[in-house]
Structure formats: C-alpha cells, structure tokens
Nanobody, 120 residues
C-alpha cells in the first residue's frame, strides 16, 4: 500500500501562483509514475499532469505551459507548480501514484485532495 498526503492548496487571485506538494509513504519502492488529478464542482475528475520514474512528463492541454510537475525521488515527493492561475483551475487537486506495470490514466493510489480556489 502507498499513502499520499497533499499540501499547498489555498485561495489565490487570478494570475497568481501556487505550489502543491505530495508526500508518499508506505510501499514506495513499488511506485513508477506519480501525478495530479483535479475535480471541479459538477465535473469529472481529470488528469492534470503526470511524471514517470524516469522523468517523462505528460500534461493536460488546459494547463500546458502554465503548470510544471516535478519529482524528488530521494524525498518521495511530487510537486505541481501552478502559474497564471485562472478561475477555471478551481478544483480539488488529488495526488496519485501508479505501481510498476500500471497506467496513470487508471491510478491505483489517491491522496485525500487539497482545495485550490482561484478568485478575486
């Protein structure tokens, strides 16, 4: 089992920045990819960004060029740097982890989520 704990959410004005952090614990040796999903009110959960153990990244078209995912394997952490935030980025953001052989479009492990609100 893998446990994921997110931090860094909050209220930010349009155009502002936030950095989300996710700490993994438990069977971390089994983790291949990590990433972030989000769910806005009344909408389906969607993949925001993912990063493999080798450092390859994948981004949603809606955040490409504004968000950057990174990973510190030594600290078992994954980060999401968000810039140029828009009101439509408002959502609960979830950290995910995928074991070897898995697929980050169908993650096995989820964090509890952290709220990001973009509003003036």
């Amino acid at each position: 089992q893998v446990q994921l704990v997110e931090s860094g959410g909050g209220l930010v004005q349009p155009g502002g920045s936030l950095r989300l952090s996710c700490a993994a614990s438990g069977s971390i040796f089994s983790i291949a990819a990590m990433g972030w999903y989000r769910q806005a009110p009344g909408k389906q959960r969607e993949l925001v960004a993912a990063i493999t153990s080798g450092g390859s990244t994948d981004y949603s078209d809606s955040v490409w060029g504004r968000f950057t995912i990174s990973r510190d394997n030594a600290k078992n952490r994954v980060y999401l740097q968000m810039k140029g935030l828009k009101p439509e980025d408002t959502a609960v953001y979830y950290c995910i982890a995928v074991p070897r052989g898995g697929n980050y479009y169908s993650p096995d492990y989820w964090g509890q989520g952290t709220q990001v609100t973009v509003s003036s």
